[in-house]
């Protein structure tokens, strides 16, 4: 299914840069980016398919002005967006050895839900900073205001949280994926 995602997702930004739509194009072409990348990680279907599909949701959204159209739109994004994308982040720490894995017994569910919400606050904040900028330099249309801003952080520390409530079911390897640690020697 998340692969779906993503040939939609590549369909959407060849369908509008056709259109000569250039910053719509920019954020398909980033979603697209960001929708491989569970992929790449080998992370099971369940939040591949999340990532994928909340990163396209976001761009769209994003495209046909949803966020400022839909009242509590914007909230339910954050919700879902931040909260994949902080499981994401603390998969690929792990993998990393930065973070303990989601797998390991001896860490306490608390830790994971703590270190998910700390990831997923920050990514919010790097996403506010971002919207910030782009509001700033490149087209004043994109909507920023201190309550939205603060609302949306709140927001985006609650997707993190249920993440994290659901990360050791999110973080556990894809089992068609061989990891180093995995393998056994013989």
Same mark, same amino acid.
């Given at each position: ?33 960001? %929708? ?8 099971? !279907?369940?939040?591949?398919?999340? =990532? ?33 994308? %902080?499981?994401? *982040? ?8 930065? %973070? !303990?894995? !989601? ?8 830790? *994971?839900?703590? *270190? ?23 087209? !004043?249309?994109? =909507? ?24 050791? =079911? ?17």
């Amino acid at each position: 299914m998340a692969d779906i995602v993503r040939v939609a997702a590549f369909v959407s930004v060849v369908a509008v840069g056709i259109s000569g739509e250039l910053l719509g194009t920019a954020v398909l072409a980033l979603a697209l980016l960001g %929708a491989v990348v569970p992929r790449f990680l080998g992370v099971r !279907p369940a939040l591949d398919l999340a =990532f994928a599909t909340s990163v396209l949701i976001a761009a769209w959204s994003s495209i046909f002005d949803l966020y400022t159209a839909v009242a509590g739109w914007d909230d339910i994004v954050h919700f879902f967006t931040n909260g994949a994308t %902080a499981a994401l *982040l603390y998969v690929l720490l792990a993998r990393l050895g930065i %973070a !303990p894995s !989601p797998e390991d017994r001896a860490v306490s569910t608390a830790t *994971l839900i703590v *270190l998910t919400v700390a990831f997923g606050l920050s990514t919010g904040v790097l996403w506010e900073i971002a919207e910030w900028a782009g509001h700033s330099y490149v087209d !004043p249309s994109i =909507f920023v205001e201190y309550n939205d801003t603060i609302g949306d952080l709140v927001v985006d520390g609650l997707g993190a949280l249920a993440a994290g409530i659901g990360l050791r =079911f999110l973080g556990a390897h894809n089992r068609s994926v061989r990891h180093p640690r995995a393998v056994s020697s013989r």
